[in-house]
């Protein structure tokens, strides 16, 4: 999930980011997710990072989870995109 070894630096104060893993991802192993989060947090980004029991495909579940995500961000920032 970190295609970079060095990625840029980047600023990403407040800007919201959903993470959602698989728990049985055969693809991108959880260390991998974490480290996506930690590097996303340190450039500023608020990370909510989930896991569920799945492996490496979007679920149906996921979107919705995501659109859900996103509408509460929408209106915590008082419905004004940043």
Request: without cysteine; aromatic residues 4%; negative net charge.
């Amino acid at each position: 999930m970190a295609p970079l070894a060095d990625p840029p630096k980047s600023h990403l104060s407040g800007v919201p980011v959903l993470i959602l893993s698989g728990l049985s991802d055969p693809i991108v192993p959880a260390s991998s997710a974490k480290e996506l989060a930690r590097s996303l947090s340190a450039a500023g980004a608020r990370v909510a990072h989930e896991t569920a029991p799945a492996g490496h495909g979007l679920t149906q579940a996921d979107v919705m989870r995501a659109k859900e995500y996103y509408t509460e961000e929408f209106m915590r920032s008082g419905g004004q995109h940043q």
